[in-house]
């Protein structure tokens, strides 16, 4: 006779199939676990992916030089934030086609998919072109030194200018999960950093007819890739076996709609703004203390990202859960998803947490033997990991918000937490006080803390549950 374990592994390996190949595709009825555990698996599975390429892409980039590190993480902040607008249209997709899906209007959920995409292509477009034409500009605002300049400003020019790829890449994979059709979200980017892998080297390094481009080389296999990537979702989109499929009909201009995913998505680009300008200002003070303590915060970033990304992807699960079930009208439902998911992220990142306070100097030395750059990336890995219980919580419960369509209480949220307390906090303990990069390290830390605790009390006051979008 099979034993009870041998048939619990079992059931778990047939939902993790069901989950990666989108089988299931209904979430407002039934067993909550069962659907957070549908909706995650391919979410989690997903931002790993996109971790995974993360750690990979600075491994590769290390190779080159300090300097070209600390160019991703100067470039990456500056696009982090010109991005707040893309990810409140996320956002505001997920929430919206994650409502209309709930309430079974389909038409609706693909006018809603059309708009979006609209808006992402005009904002695509205005943000390469100043990112081909002043990224020189752009790394000596962030306080590049004039070496670091020269060598990393083809990574900008080609990063920036060629965001359209990663834009709609995010942009389209948001509505598939607003759908439910979380599967196809992660087999979006299972191609995209797929590709960017195998690329990287070959356009950093050389390789054949290939020419060594060095840095610039990472941000033209993220173009390929990536770029690949969307036109694979397009095809999904068009003629896939998607919850959403776009019909010629579908491809015009709808006011009423584009104008009801703008209203939901200023909170969440106001929401970002602040968050991601928080961070430009981190990186600004971070150059202060030279490009090794900078190259150390950035691989530190990076594999924290690994772990961070997956706990998004759980997060992620709880919008579209949220979104559905008050489109069903089962807001009760729709809290209890939130509290499960969020216990589940917070074994998750507990566990996490204690890996990198023990071996976070062979962690980062991995990446760089550099000692200073090691002893920096490790302490900050330290650190942050510290409050990374509460980053749980956090994430989920900001984002249970964002999946009703109140964007307006996380936007009020990291007001508080990043401009009135993370910045002057961090600028104090760093240079005022003298603590160097570590007053920074524990700024981000209870910053993030402080977050979490307003966004659950926040949340108990169940006013997003009567948010119309």
């Not at 790993?48 to 300097?67: G, P, T, W």
């Not at 060594?212 to 296999?221: P, S």
Request: charged share 10%; hydrophobic share 55%.
């Amino acid at each position: 006779m099979m034993s009870s374990q041998s048939l619990s592994i079992k059931k778990i390996l047939k939902y993790f199939w069901v989950a990666v190949t989108g089988k299931e595709q209904e979430f407002t009825t039934g067993s909550i676990r069962k659907a957070i555990f549908m909706l995650s698996i391919p979410m989690i599975l997903e931002m790993l992916m996109e971790s995974i390429f993360a750690l990979v892409d600075i491994a590769y980039v290390s190779q080159v030089s300090v300097n070209a590190v600390a160019t991703i993480g100067l470039t990456e902040s500056v696009i982090t934030l010109v991005y707040a607008i893309a990810i409140g249209l996320s956002m505001a997709a997920t929430a919206v086609v994650a409502r209309r899906v709930g309430e079974k209007d389909i038409k609706g959920a693909r006018e809603t998919a059309v708009q979006a995409i609209f808006l992402g292509i005009v904002v695509a477009l205005i943000v390469g072109v100043i990112g081909f034409l002043y990224n020189k500009e752009i790394l000596a605002l962030m306080g590049a030194e004039p070496d670091l300049i020269e060598e990393g400003h083809g990574y900008t020019k080609w990063l920036i200018g060629g965001n359209i790829t990663i834009l709609l890449l995010f942009l389209i994979n948001a509505i598939f999960r607003g759908a439910g059709d979380a599967s196809i979200a992660m087999w979006s980017l299972v191609l995209s950093n797929g590709l960017n892998i195998i690329l990287d080297p070959i356009f950093i390094f050389g390789w054949g007819p290939v020419p060594e481009y060095g840095v610039m080389g990472a941000a033209i296999a993220t173009n390929i890739g990536r770029g690949t990537a969307v036109l694979f979702q397009l095809g999904i989109l068009f003629f896939g076996w998607g919850k959403i499929r776009l019909l010629l009909q579908d491809i015009v201009l709808n006011l009423k709609v584009m104008l009801n995913i703008i209203r939901v998505s200023l909170g969440g680009i106001a929401q970002f703004l602040i968050g991601t300008s928080s961070w430009v200002f981190l990186m600004r003070i971070m150059s202060e203390f030279g490009s090794e303590v900078l190259a150390g915060y950035t691989i530190a970033i990076r594999v924290m990202m690994f772990t961070l990304m997956p706990s998004w992807g759980m997060s992620n699960a709880a919008a579209t859960l949220v979104g559905q079930n008050l489109g069903a009208k089962q807001p009760e439902r729709a809290e209890k998803s939130v509290w499960i998911t969020g216990k589940y992220n917070a074994y998750f990142m507990g566990l996490v947490s204690i890996i990198y306070l023990v071996f976070a100097k062979q962690i980062v030395g991995a990446f760089n033997s550099t000692p200073s750059v090691v002893d920096n990336g490790a302490l900050c890995l330290q650190v942050i990991a510290a409050g990374y219980i509460f980053y749980a919580y956090g994430m989920v419960v900001t984002n249970a918000f964002n999946g009703s369509g109140d964007t307006q209480t996380p936007t009020k949220i990291n007001l508080v937490s990043f401009w009135l307390f993370q910045l002057p906090v961090a600028y104090l303990l760093a240079i005022v006080f003298g603590f160097g990069a570590t007053g920074v390290f524990i700024a981000i830390t209870t910053a993030e803390v402080l977050l979490a605790i307003i966004a659950i009390v926040w949340f108990r006051k169940g006013k997003w549950k009567s948010v119309q979008v």
